[in-house]
């Protein structure tokens, strides 16, 4: 029967077979639990051989660039940890449509990851974290021809560097990944992560996307994600997040009137991610996070709660 030890024996000896004495592999690294996975296979298959490049494309979650690529150094892995978030920045500023955005940080992430994996000399595998259900089901519901994981798309590399594929965790489901990632003592932060959209916080930022924007929602998000952790409520959703809206509300200060930003908390409860109902968070918890964001975050003055489900309603608003 499968087990997941002798899935990462059998997986092992055949990267070492596969893949030559001397071939260096890339791979592109997330902090999500498939790339980390495959990155963990890859180097107990053949070390430092294993180039992973990690790139902040500036809308990870806050402190997440650093606390990720911490981690991975103490597994021992040799990443490179890319900061290009200026670059995204760049490519999206005026963008105010959702698939304009998706497609901007896509092209600039194969722009980015191209520069970088040219830099690994001698390279002869790019690696993938692609596990089952991304194989069968490669398009995303949110209109044509964008696919959900567009940040795995690396576009036209493996034909220019004369890369062959590698995809160890290919016949897996997400379930087993975690197996596998356990076996292989992925920390607990990574192997338990939420999912998180590869556009990240670019699509939870209604409208155009600014650095200012960027920090108000990644300090909303990290008291409401720090929130369910703290009140023991994480593992109980499949999803969670914040959405900056573009739209300003009438608050008071102290004698002042204030006007502004609204944001939605978005939290779910899913199997699979294709349907999801919202997650019934105990009311003294949302009240904790709305009075904290509140307090703390200036610029935002109203906190809402999204209690629609998938279908008809998606878990991105965007
Ligand atoms: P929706 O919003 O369609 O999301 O209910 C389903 C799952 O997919 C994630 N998602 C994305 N992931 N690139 C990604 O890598 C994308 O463009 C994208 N859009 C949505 C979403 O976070 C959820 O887990």
């Given at each position: 029967?499968?087990?997941?030890?002798?899935?990462?024996?059998?997986?092992?000896?055949?990267?070492?077979?596969?893949?030559?004495?001397?071939?260096?592999?890339?791979?592109?690294?997330?902090?999500?639990?498939?790339?980390?996975?495959?990155?963990?296979?890859?180097?107990?298959?053949?070390?430092?051989?294993?180039?992973?490049?990690?790139?902040?494309?500036?809308?990870?979650?806050?402190?997440?660039?650093?606390?990720?690529?911490?981690?991975?150094?103490?597994?021992?892995?040799?990443?490179?940890?890319?900061?290009?978030?200026?670059?995204?920045?760049?490519?999206?500023?005026?963008?105010?449509?959702?698939?304009?955005?998706?497609?901007?940080?896509?092209?600039?992430?194969?722009?980015?990851?191209?520069?970088?994996?040219?830099?690994?000399?001698?390279?002869?595998?790019?690696?993938?974290?692609?596990?089952?259900?991304?194989?069968?089901?490669?398009?995303?519901?949110?209109?044509?021809?964008?696919?959900?994981?567009?940040?795995?798309?690396?576009?036209?590399?493996?034909?220019?560097?004369?890369?062959?594929?590698?995809?160890?965790?290919?016949?897996?489901?997400?379930?087993?990944?975690?197996?596998?990632?356990?076996?292989?003592?992925?920390?607990?932060?990574?192997?338990?992560?939420?999912?998180?959209?590869?556009?990240?916080?670019?699509?939870?930022?209604?409208?155009?996307?600014?650095?200012?924007?960027?920090?108000?929602?990644?300090?909303?998000?990290?008291?409401?994600?720090?929130?369910?952790?703290?009140?023991?409520?994480?593992?109980?959703?499949?999803?969670?997040?914040?959405?900056?809206?573009?739209?300003?509300?009438?608050?008071?200060?102290?004698?002042?009137r204030t006007y502004?930003?609204?944001?939605?908390?978005?939290?779910?409860?899913?199997?699979?991610?294709?349907?999801?109902?919202?997650?019934?968070?105990?009311?003294?918890?949302?009240?904790?996070?709305?009075?904290?964001?509140i307090n703390q975050?200036?610029?935002?003055?109203?906190?809402?709660?999204?209690?629609?489900?998938?279908?008809?309603?998606?878990?991105?608003?965007?």
């Amino acid at each position: 029967s499968w087990t997941p030890e002798h899935f990462v024996d059998s997986m092992v000896l055949a990267l070492q077979n596969t893949i030559g004495p001397d071939d260096k592999v890339i791979l592109g690294l997330s902090g999500g639990v498939d790339s980390s996975v495959a990155a963990l296979l890859l180097h107990r298959a053949i070390g430092p051989r294993l180039h992973g490049i990690f790139v902040n494309n500036g809308l990870l979650r806050k402190d997440e660039f650093e606390s990720v690529l911490h981690s991975y150094k103490d597994l021992g892995l040799n990443v490179r940890g890319v900061d290009a978030s200026q670059e995204f920045y760049a490519a999206l500023a005026g963008i105010s449509d959702p698939e304009g955005k998706r497609k901007a940080i896509g092209r600039t992430f194969i722009e980015i990851f191209d520069q970088e994996a040219q830099k690994v000399e001698g390279a002869r595998w790019l690696a993938q974290g692609t596990i089952y259900p991304d194989v069968i089901e490669s398009v995303s519901v949110k209109g044509p021809a964008v696919t959900i994981k567009s940040h795995h798309n690396v576009g036209g590399l493996p034909e220019k560097m004369n890369l062959k594929i590698v995809e160890p965790l290919r016949a897996l489901f997400k379930d087993e990944v975690r197996q596998v990632g356990d076996a292989l003592e992925l920390p607990h932060n990574i192997l338990h992560r939420h999912p998180f959209p590869g556009p990240g916080l670019g699509i939870r930022i209604l409208g155009d996307v600014t650095p200012h924007k960027v920090d108000l929602l990644q300090r909303a998000d990290a008291i409401f994600i720090d929130g369910l952790r703290e009140f023991g409520l994480y593992e109980h959703v499949w999803q969670a997040g914040v959405m900056l809206l573009p739209i300003q509300s009438v608050g008071v200060m102290g004698d002042e009137r204030t006007y502004e930003q609204v944001v939605a908390l978005r939290a779910v409860t899913s199997v699979d991610g294709m349907t999801a109902d919202w997650a019934h968070l105990p009311y003294d918890f949302l009240a904790h996070v709305s009075n904290k964001i509140i307090n703390q975050v200036r610029g935002i003055n109203r906190v809402v709660y999204d209690i629609s489900s998938k279908p008809p309603a998606t878990i991105e608003w965007e």
